[in-house]
């Protein structure tokens, strides 16, 4: 099973209540910098599928289909100073129960 479009990857992102970078205006034009990056970087073959937040929590989930994961960490560089990230690459379920099923 391949998919031409790419990986699918939920990205997670937090950062304490006492490092949230929205604290400071550098921090908020960064996080307000990086969100509008989405557009330049669809043109390297990243999908921003979805995009959650939980406000009181400080965590960050993006769920992004990307064709070159090395370019999917760099659009994620500029959170690096002030956030801890990971990346989980996800199935559709539909094609877990298909593998599941053909065993």
């Known amino acids: ?3 031409d479009e790419g990986t699918i990857y939920v990205a ?3 950062h304490t209540p006492e490092n949230c ?3 400071t205006k550098d921090g908020a034009k960064m996080l307000s910098d990086f969100w509008a990056s989405r557009e330049e970087v ?9 995009s959650y937040v939980t406000v009181t929590e400080h965590d960050y989930y993006i769920i992004i289909q990307a064709k070159d994961y090395s370019e999917m960490v760099k659009f994620f560089l500029p959170l690096i100073p002030t956030q801890t ?4 690459p996800v199935l559709p379920m539909q ?3 298909d593998i599941n099923q053909s065993q």
């Not at 990230?85 to 989980?88: A, C, D, K, L």
């Open 1 to 3: 099973m391949t998919n």
């Open 12 to 14: 997670h992102w937090t």
């Open 21 to 23: 970078p929205g604290r």
């Open 42 to 50: 669809e043109k390297k073959g990243i999908k921003i599928l979805g």
């Open 85 to 88: 990230g990971s990346f989980r």
């Open 95 to 97: 094609d877990w129960i």
